[in-house]
């Protein structure tokens, strides 16, 4: 009988880009009952520190992160908020 994946793990791993200050979420997710890894839909792959992207193989999401207050939150840059200096 095929595996219903119903004990799924995620694995969150932060990456630093020292010589950019910048920092990446690393995510990818298996089914724990059969060991096959989840593939991440809809994401191009590549690296892009201010977006998301995900790896060649699909199995690796990258989501750009930043320290709160260092750019602007979603809500907003809908509103019209920017920040013109920043570190």
Known sequence: MACKHEDLKATVGVTRI?????????ISIVCMQ??????????????????????????????????R??????LQKLAGYSIRNHN
Not at 39 to 55: I, K
Not at 69 to 74: A, D, F, S
């Open 18 to 26: 020292e010589n950019k200050g910048r920092f990446m979420a690393e």
């Open 34 to 67: 059969c060991g096959v890894p989840m593939q991440f839909m809809g994401l191009e792959p590549g690296l892009n520190y201010d977006g998301a992207t995900v790896s060649l193989d699909g199995l690796e999401a990258r989501i750009g992160i930043h320290p």
């Open 69 to 74: 207050g260092e750019r602007p939150n979603p």
